[in-house]
T-cell receptor, first 114, second 116 residues
């Protein structure tokens, strides 16, 4: 069965530190990949997405992610985090065809200390 | 503004009672989804509908039912058969598969369901 794994459940960083959150998926074939963010008290928002082409994708708020097909990974990165990045981050995947619903990872809670 | 509206924001259910969560979208999206969010487990798919009058079970459909009589509405009923209904429920929608495969899902603000 398809699955998405996020290995970091809770990450605590100081402002200006660099961030990398891991995401691995188990799909075969062509896959669409997403990172969503949920700020405290707010709804899920799309951070970035990968469908095809350049494996390094840039999203909003300075986030980027790299798709590495050989490693089935789609890690999220940011060179310098801010206090306002405190949120929960979800990696998600779906097949390019067929069922369009997303399979989500368990989420990573990021806490940025000022 | 276009978006997804879920109501109510908070809902309480008594044992043995069915409750219905509302989800309405004005994005003209064909596909709609229901997810359940539990702490430490991310979001899990309950049901989804890719077109009006059609819906499919997701990964955890037992104890739930849905209908899709109108394009803009996809209500979820949590039945008494659902033994652990306390959770945060999220509705989402996306453009149709045809010619729109690059569209992400948009999410509502969610409904928090608790058992009395």
């Amino acid at each position: 069965a398809q699955s998405v794994s996020q290995h970091n459940h809770h990450v605590i960083l100081s402002e200006a530190a660099s961030l990398e959150l891991g995401c691995n998926y188990s799909y075969g074939g062509t896959v669409n990949l997403f990172w969503y963010v949920q700020y405290p008290g707010q709804h899920l928002q799309l951070l970035l997405k990968y469908f095809s082409g350049d494996p390094l994708v840039k999203g909003i708020k300075g986030f980027e992610a790299e798709f590495i097909k050989s490693k089935f990974s789609f890690n999220l990165r940011k060179p310098s985090v801010q206090w306002s990045d405190t949120a929960e981050y979800f990696c998600a995947a779906r097949r390019d065809t067929g069922r369009r619903a997303l399979t989500f990872g368990s989420g990573t809670r990021l806490q940025v200390q000022p | 503004d276009g978006g997804i509206t879920q109501s109510p924001k908070y809902l309480f259910r008594k044992e043995g009672q069915n409750v219905t969560l509302s989800c309405e979208q004005n994005l003209n999206h064909d596909a709609m989804y229901w997810y359940r969010q539990d702490p430490g487990q991310g979001l899990r798919l309950i049901y989804y509908s890719q077109i009006v009058n059609d819906f499919q079970k997701g990964d955890i459909a037992e104890g739930y039912s849905v209908s899709r009589e109108k394009k803009e509405s996809f209500p979820l009923t949590v039945t008494s058969a659902q033994k652990n209904p306390t959770a945060f429920y999220l509705c989402a929608s996306s453009a149709s598969l045809e010619g729109s495969s690059n569209q992400p899902q948009h999410f509502g603000d969610g409904t928090r369901l608790s058992i009395l």
